[in-house]
């Protein structure tokens, strides 16, 4: 079974910094990795998907990686803002020959506080 | 552009009460899925359809019944709520592919009491 885990839990810095989340996963057998945003009380955003056959995506301040070897990825965010507080979520889809259920399989977040 | 479109957003049931939350899709995708949300065990696959006509189970379906209506819809129904079954429903729509993102709608919150 797929199992995903994202570390740290929490995280708290000041406005400016440049930060990395990182996931890691058990299976290396996967199709895609997302990572979400998901702001208190809201549904979640997509911020960037990862082919499994990509090693990084790139969207503005953020830079995700993938080492599917390893099972692991990061977010990146450079020059963090208040606005950047949010749960971060990493998700991985199973690839169709693996069998199983289709879907995303999640970890379980981290909360990250921009300091002003 | 609605994307995903959940029903009720908010909801208080009584509990061995009956309900449908409901999801539709406005883009065109085959594959459609329910999750649940927790504190402190994050997102669970409930229940998916592949395509029209078709649905699997997740990881944790007990308790939960859905319907593929159509390509667009796909109902969650608790036939006999229980105060375990209290959590944030999301629906969520997707193409199946490795480039395809899967979108998510604004959520369900359940109350059983």
């Known amino acids: 079974k797929q199992e995903v885990t994202q570390i740290p839990a929490a995280l708290s810095v000041p406005e400016g910094e440049n930060l990395v989340l990182n996931c890691s996963f058990t299976d290396s057998a996967i199709y895609n990795l997302q990572w979400f945003r998901q702001d208190p009380g809201k549904g979640l955003t997509s911020l960037l998907l990862i082919q499994s056959s990509q090693r990084e995506q790139t969207s503005g301040r953020l830079n995700a990686s993938l080492d599917k070897s390893s099972g692991r990825s990061t977010l990146y965010i450079a020059a963090s803002q208040p606005g950047d507080s949010a749960t971060y979520l990493c998700?991985?889809?199973?690839?169709?020959?693996?069998?199983?259920?289709?879907?995303?399989?999640f970890g379980k977040g981290t909360h990250l506080i921009i300091q002003p | 552009n609605a994307g995903v479109t959940q029903t009720p957003k908010f909801q208080v049931l009584k509990t061995g009460q009956s309900m449908t939350l409901q999801c539709a899709q406005d883009m065109n995708h085959n594959s459609m899925y329910w999750y649940r949300q927790d504190p402190g065990m994050g997102l669970r696959l409930i229940y998916y359809?592949?395509?029209?006509?078709?649905?699997d189970k997740g990881e944790v379906p007990n308790g939960y019944n859905v319907s593929r209506l159509n390509k667009r819809e796909f109902s969650l129904r608790l036939e006999s709520a229980a105060p375990s079954q209290t959590s944030v429903y999301f629906c969520a729509s997707s193409e199946f592919g490795m480039g395809n993102t899967i979108y998510f709608g604004e959520g369900s919150w359940l109350t059983v009491v």
């Open positions: 998700a991985v889809r199973l690839t169709p020959s693996r069998g199983g259920a289709d879907g995303l399989t």
């Open positions: 359809s592949a395509s029209e006509g078709t649905t």
